[in-house]
């Protein structure tokens, strides 16, 4: 599932009324009183968009990063309170079931008193369990628990579609266990900072937990010991983009000879697993190496690292004291943030993430009129039409390829707003006293639900995303693209702006998803959303060749002093930002040829440029240093500013559109931009 954007929505939920200095915030829509006009778009066109915004904004203390879209995500937020307050509050007797199980859930959440009270409590018969162990054979079926419960030990473990046989649903492994963001942490010199600060925390996190001195230095080196051999034998994040090399097939036998550690028939009866043939493993290597930890680390230290993974996973749950001391290390040192989400929306984070359709079925009845649908069908057929003409004309690809990627196009398919039938969480109990226990019920109906549809077919109505949250995505399995309800607000879909602003917008990000299907990625997958090589070999070389000057362009932008993007990591997502782009461009020209009278100067400025501004505008962002140091070694897609820009360097309608000359500091010569779509 590739994703458009940095930010996705966090569910948020309410303690009390909302008060007049705790308002639903006004939407965030394009405006040229945005822009900075002293400055000359061939200069720096992200200043001559956002100059005045970039000027008057400030970062909100309890945010690592704020633009527009975040502006959004926090009037959803608010939207969602205002839910979740009268779910709260309605009669305990009689009603609808689904907003009772909603309001305990948000109850439990805003319990601060009784939270409080209870301490360590809701952990302690897992820390029970873990102090019992007495053979490494009992960590399989712990294992299980805990991860069906989102308690994330030793690796991953999850249920999606088969790469090489979409149609059906398989047990999937792959690298995971440790408790920084990402595998350089631990092994990079430049993270050394971070990881003696992560050390520091482990110790404080366990000494709240009434370990003493000694027994917190033997916890902290065996924690931190095991992270780092998990850490060693993970690939690197970009290595992880290709599902080719990250496709392995086994049989359990075969499984079992490279994990002998691992009792894997256990831990499937413990994950109640449906009877399965095979499994696929993303990175046998660092099995192998899991296993020989599981075999070869002292019982004592696995049981340590363990107890560790149960306290970080549940201490945002827990009491003050825990909660702050996990903010304090992955909120500030991590990120930059210097104070936590309002009580509200970290409860209600977790309402969306527990029962997030339940949730959204009242969303979009009440903030998804069918106008917005019938307007953001028609955009996606308005870009559905340029693409498919693209592939039939693009002047590199031979017909033999050519074909099979219209054949594929043909297949595609797209979602709007909300799934058709929404997901039953009737089986879920939810206790308003009971906020720990509700998180990880609902987490385990969840995971027995998938791990129940092993080998069954694929559910093609299923969303991957809630109606709430801003962002969208493309499934490669499925071949489709997705959007949620909650994107479709200014400022990325606006029915009462003019056309140019809305492609520059909307228009770019359904492009964006739909090249998904043709970026590195996404291009290995065929019509039936199999990971097969559909290209022919010359075909794929050109595509290559076309890529390589994304990965140098990017390579290229530093962000931060000594700090650059890594093209390789951000290639797809830059892939799909350039062909959303001049993609909706194209898709704008068609409308305007359609329809004369719409070609009008608004605002001094031509469709054309108001096209490029909008674009600009919906990537305007202020970003915590802390927070683009991790995102540059964590996330896939490249920084906001250059995501404004950095695309358009490669159009020849953009420079025509604001007369830039070959001599502005912009300007990017003919064979240096990178055209693929």
């Known amino acids: 599932m590739k994703t458009a954007l940095l930010l996705a929505f966090a569910s948020f939920a309410a303690a009390a009324s909302l008060s007049a200095a705790d308002s639903l915030p006004p939407l965030a829509r394009f405006s040229v009183e945005n822009m900075d006009r002293t400055v000359d778009p061939g200069t720096d066109f992200y200043r001559f968009a956002n100059g005045t915004w970039l000027k008057e904004q400030t970062i909100p203390a309890d945010q690592v990063t704020w633009s527009p879209t975040a502006r959004l995500i926090e009037r959803n937020a608010f939207l969602v309170r205002e839910i979740l307050e ?27 008193e009784r939270i409080e009270k209870l301490g360590f409590e809701p ?27 989102g308690i994330d030990a030793l690796f991953d473990a999850s249920v999606s579609a088969d790469e090489r046989n979409s149609g059906i649903y398989a047990f999937q492994l792959g690298q995971g266990g440790i408790g920084l963001p990402e595998r350089d942490y631990y092994l990079e010199k430049k993270f050394a900072k971070d990881l003696e600060g992560y050390r520091a925390h482990i110790a ?16 902290v080196k065996a924690i931190l010991g095991i992270e780092t051999a998990l850490a060693r034998a993970s690939k690197k994040l ?30 499937l009866e413990g994950a109640h697993a449906a009877k399965l043939d095979y499994v696929l493993v993303g990175q046998p290597e660092f099995f192998k190496a899991a296993s020989a930890l599981l075999k070869n680390r002292p019982l004592d230290e696995l049981k340590s690292y363990l107890r560790w993974h149960v306290l970080v996973a549940n201490a945002p749950l827990l009491h003050e004291a825990a909660e ?14 210097p104070k936590m989400l309002p009580r509200w929306k970290r409860a209600a984070r977790r309402v969306d993430e527990s029962l997030g359709e339940a949730l959204g079925k009242i969303y979009v009845d009440r903030h998804f009129p069918a106008l917005a649908r019938e307007r953001m069908n028609e955009m996606v057929k308005n870009i559905e039409a340029v693409y498919h003409d693209r592939l039939t004309k693009v002047p590199w690809m031979s017909e033999e390829t050519r074909k099979r990627a219209v054949e594929k196009f043909d297949r595609f398919t797209a979602k709007i707003g909300a799934p058709a039938k929404f997901r039953d969480y009737s089986t879920v109990e939810v206790r308003r006293d009971d906020y720990v226990g509700n998180v990880q019920r609902a987490a385990i109906f969840e995971a027995r639900r998938e791990m129940g549809r092993i080998g069954a077919p694929v559910d093609r109505s299923e969303w991957g995303m809630t109606p709430p949250t801003v962002n969208a995505y493309f499934n490669a399995t499925m071949n489709e693209i997705v959007f949620p309800a909650g994107i479709l607000q200014p400022p990325f879909f606006d029915p009462e702006i003019d056309d140019a602003v809305n492609y520059g917008e909307t228009g770019a990000t359904i492009g964006h998803e739909m090249t998904h299907g043709y970026d590195s990625e996404g291009r290995k997958y065929d019509a039936e959303g199999n990971l097969k090589e559909w290209w022919t070999d010359q075909d794929a070389k050109e595509f290559d060749a076309r890529a390589r000057k994304l990965v ?9 002093p000594g700090l650059k993007v890594n093209g390789k990591l951000t290639l797809a997502e830059n892939i799909a930002d350039l062909g959303g782009l001049s993609i909706a461009f194209e898709a704008l020209e068609r409308a305007l040829a359609a329809d004369p009278s719409k070609r009008k100067t608004i605002d001094g400025y031509t469709p054309e440029q108001r096209f490029f501004i909008a674009y600009a505008q919906s990537w305007a962002a202020k970003e915590r240093d802390e927070y683009v140091r991790q995102a540059l070694t964590t996330d896939t897609h490249s920084p906001d500013m250059l995501r404004g820009v950095e695309p358009l360097l490669n159009l020849q309608e953009f420079y025509d559109a604001f007369d830039i000359k070959e001599t502005a500091p912009l300007f990017r010569t003919k064979e ?4 693929i779509w």
């Open 204 to 219: 404080r996190m366990l000494k709240l937990l009434g370990e003493d001195e000694k027994t917190i230095a033997h916890d």
């Open 86 to 112: 009268s779910c709260s509050t309605a009669p305990k007797e009689g009603g609808d079931p689904v907003s009772r199980q909603l309001g305990d859930f948000y109850a439990s959440a805003m319990e601060t």
């Open 238 to 267: 970009e290595d992880l983009e290709d599902p080719i090399s990250n496709y392995h097939k086994l049989t359990l036998q075969e499984l079992g000879t490279l994990t002998p550690s691992i009792n894997w028939p256990q831990y």
């Open 324 to 337: 702050k001391e996990s903010f304090s290390f992955y909120g500030t040192v991590l990120r930059g943030q």
């Open 672 to 675: 240096k931009r990178a055209v």
């Open 552 to 560: 140098e362009q990017f390579n290229s932008c530093e962000v931060l």
């Open 123 to 149: 952990i302690a018969a897992d820390l029970k369990r873990i102090a019992g162990i007495s053979s490494r054979e009992e960590f399989s079926t712990l294992l299980a628990d805990f991860h069906s419960r």
